[in-house]
């Protein structure tokens, strides 16, 4: 798969959690070329804060693969940037690609992956996976357009806003 196919699928993901009434968040993990996790965000649903995208669509695909070796690198999609959390589950989880569409300047994790310098060479595949943003941009932030006109005020439609607002 493209990164341009794996975060339009990504996409695809984050209608669903719209539908759901959840933020338009979602992500797919990408082994060869075939998903193996796939998830959007539920904090409303779960009433939980630890359940972003791309977290439970990596613990999703650790559920399939466990420990076995795995013959092709994992990459991760999201149509927003990974927060911090999220990008050490990445690292953890030995991810090497992440694509995104749009940046999430509040919390966003793509400028410590470009100076990340483990100090601990013990930890083999313990590496910040490479970033590429602003693939699909606009469909993203259209997403997040939609979900501001419907959502009721909150803490979530602000922050939405926020990111519906960025410049081209």
């Known amino acids: 798969m493209t990164p341009e196919q794996m975060v339009q699928a990504a996409i695809e993901v ?53 420990w076995a070796r795995r013959p092709h690198p994992l990459r991760l999609a999201v149509n927003l940037e990974p927060c911090v959390m999220c990008f050490g589950a990445a690292m953890t989880m030995g991810i090497t690609e992440v694509h995104y569409a749009l940046e999430s300047p509040a919390d ?18 313990y590496a910040a996976p490479a970033m590429t943003g602003g693939i699909l941009r606009h469909a993203s932030r259209e997403l997040f357009r939609r979900y501001c006109r419907t959502a009721p005020e909150s803490g979530f439609r602000s922050w939405a806003q926020t990111i519906a607002d960025l410049p081209d």
């Not at 539908?19 to 959007?40: C, K, N, S, T």
């Open 14 to 66: 984050a209608e669903e959690g719209l539908a759901a009434g959840e933020l338009p968040i979602g992500a797919v993990v990408v082994l060869d070329d075939q998903i193996v996790g796939r998830a959007y965000t539920q904090d409303r649903g779960q009433r939980r804060r630890l359940v972003h995208a791309d977290l439970l669509a990596m613990i999703e695909a650790d559920d399939q693969l466990g």
């Open 108 to 125: 966003g994790a793509s400028a410590i992956a470009g100076h990340w310098q483990p100090t601990n060479l013990d930890l083999p595949g």
